[in-house]
């Protein structure tokens, strides 16, 4: 007996065989089991999911010699010549090859003829739209009011295409791709019973590789049966489909949070030597990418359906979560852009460049000079912080080559005073070249060492801050975005040495992580000009946070604003006079 390729010799033969679309059997079988049948059924979705199988088993529901139900015998006479195409009352058209309405007119001259031995006779019409407008036409008014014995089953990949008359003659079913967890599952049930030995990870790249396509899936496992000489093996399948190595993605993931522009280019290197995909490669790297944000939000959530759960998590945890949009945005318009690119590799390398060029790494204050800047490392998770911070990273006196300054007695004369000394310098702060001279009395005294985390240096640094004026130091830190909406959330219960305890609003602590804790803290330590430990709870605050004294105080300002309205004698005169009245909702404050 010759080889039955597996899309053909696992095709569904009952409802209940069917992977997927329980959506459009639950209609179907409900509509069989109580006889609620329509005369014409329309199958939509891409190629592969099942439409033409459906068809095909209704058709033996219908004929079944054990009366109508939703699982034929599958031994009868009707139902054996239905599996196997040959029977007469089943008539499969092929729209694509038979567009002329002739073929249609010749088609429907049989309609008013009883079927030769079975209770209905089915017309199936495989991509139905590409019938001319004439056969559309012909086919009309046979489609609405066909004799009591027919029975139309049309299936299409694009239902766009077919006119708004024939839609509304047919009850419409849409087919959705298969996911791949069903593909994957389906494929390791068939592989099983035909007794071939497979990796998991092959079927995974198989079920990716079908894009939700069953049919597809099981002629790529036939192709890498073949390829892996009657076996599955996952580096043989991805030789076959030429997908690059998972491992190869994780690099250069890796490469990108490390900011090593030379280590990329040479992980590269090595995929080029495999032939790969780079388009596909792109794909891979979107995935990743989406995997690691998930994995930032929701740790819990990985899928560890490849096995490298811990990887992601280290990946998630190595890169901010703005950095991980940024990457996915600029994968994806790589991914865009790479068929303008004079070729594919050069295309997927413009991508990771562009992955580090536009990372942020510091915002400059033009306020300050040269020598109050230092970049951030790139490898460091606190770069994109110095960013949303919006607040430079500032060395100490003695490395600037001034005189060591004095000691703000106050959070607010910290800045007052380091200002002093750069307004005192020679040169202006702007220019970034130009290192600025010294003022003549810093210069005359010798540099003293600054002891590091001294604790008499400690209180005062951050003597300034206690859990009443938290709601007034808050807009001096020059947090931006996420993280100042959090901080917004938090009040400060305690001021202990150097180390502050927050308690943040769980009303408001559904995105928060450790990576916006960390920038809060780096503000912190900006603003106090010290080391600092930062603690911050999920829980309901006892007391205020600013961003509830910000909404009492807006709801007080609206509130006055109302009262000054309604008690104005101008306007209580004129809603007097005219009978009018007065609408709350239109009224605001000016300050």
């Not at 509509?31 to 891409?46: E, I, N, S, V, W």
């Not at 496992?221 to 000489?229: L, P, W």
């Not at 020598?371 to 994109?384: C, H, T």
């Not at 829980?539 to 509830?548: H, I, L, V, Y």
């Amino acid at each position: 007996m010759s080889y039955q390729v597996l899309a053909r010799k696992w095709r569904p033969k009952s409802f209940r065989e069917m992977v997927g679309q329980e959506h459009v059997l639950q209609a179907l079988i409900n509509a069989l089991d109580h006889d609620r049948l329509h005369h014409a059924y329309l199958f939509t979705g891409t190629r592969g999911v099942g439409k033409t199988t459906i068809a095909r088993i209704l058709a033996k529901c219908l004929n079944c010699e054990q009366g109508v139900s939703s699982e034929p015998c599958g031994e009868c006479g009707s139902c054996l010549e239905i599996a196997e195409g040959r029977s007469v009352d089943l008539l499969e058209v092929d729209a694509a090859s038979r567009t002329k309405v002739e073929d249609t007119r010749e088609l429907l001259e049989n309609v008013q003829y009883a079927p030769t031995r079975s209770r209905y006779k089915v017309y199936l019409i495989d991509e139905v739209h590409m019938l001319s407008t004439s056969s559309f036409n012909a086919l009309l008014k046979t489609l609405e009011e066909p004799p009591p014995h027919v029975k139309f089953l049309l299936a299409t990949t694009d239902p766009q295409k077919l006119p708004a008359t024939v839609l509304s003659r047919c009850l419409q079913f849409n087919l959705k791709n298969m996911p791949p967890e069903q593909i994957v599952g389906h494929l390791g049930n068939v592989l099983e019973k035909e007794m071939v030995s497979f990796e998991e990870p092959a079927l995974w790249l198989l079920g990716r590789a079908a894009s939700g396509s069953m049919r597809d899936a099981l002629s790529l496992t036939d192709q890498a049966i073949a390829f892996g000489s009657g076996k599955l093996v996952e580096a043989d399948v991805r030789s076959m489909l030429g997908s690059v190595d998972l491992s190869f993605v994780y690099q250069l993931l890796e490469g990108v949070a490390a900011g090593d522009p030379a280590e990329l280019l040479a992980i590269v290197a090595r995929m080029a030597e495999h032939a790969p995909d780079f388009e596909g490669s792109t794909d891979e790297l979107i995935s990743l990418v989406h995997r690691v944000a998930v994995a930032q939000v929701v740790p819990e959530a990985i899928d560890n359906s490849w096995g490298d759960a811990e990887r992601v998590a280290s990946l998630a945890r190595s890169i901010t979560a703005e950095d991980a949009q940024l990457f996915y945005q600029i994968a994806l318009n790589g991914k865009r852009d790479m068929g303008l690119a004079p070729d594919p590799r050069s295309g997927f390398e413009m991508l990771l460049l562009r992955m580090l060029a536009f990372r942020p790494a510091a915002v400059i204050d033009e306020s300050l000079g040269p020598a109050d800047l230092q970049p951030a490392p790139a490898n460091s998770a606190s770069s994109s912080a110095a960013v949303e911070v919006g607040t430079p990273v500032k060395k100490s006196p003695d490395s600037v080559g001034e005189g060591a300054p004095s000691q703000p007695q106050a959070a607010a004369s910290h800045h007052t005073e380091r200002k002093r000394e750069l307004a005192s310098q020679d040169s202006p702060a702007a220019p970034v070249r130009s290192q600025p001279e010294p003022a003549p009395q810093a210069a005359a005294a010798p540099a003293p060492e600054k002891a590091p985390l001294a604790a008499a240096s400690e209180k005062q640094a951050i003597g300034g801050v206690t859990p009443e004026n938290w709601c007034e130091l808050l807009p001096q830190l020059g947090l931006l975005g996420m993280v100042q909406n959090i901080a917004s959330n938090m009040q400060l219960l305690t001021v202990t040495g150097d180390t502050l305890e927050f308690v943040l609003d769980a009303d408001n602590a559904s995105l928060f992580n450790d990576g916006h804790r960390d920038k809060i803290r780096l503000a912190l330590q900006n603003y106090f000009d010290c080391e600092l430990s930062v603690s911050i709870s999920v829980a309901t605050p006892p007391g205020e946070t600013p961003a509830m004294r910000q909404a009492r105080a807006r709801n007080e300002r609206q509130q006055r604003a109302v009262a000054e309205i309604e008690n104005d004698p101008r306007l209580q005169a004129l809603l007097a006079n005219f009978d009018g009245e007065l609408d709350i909702t239109s009224i605001a404050p000016l300050d």
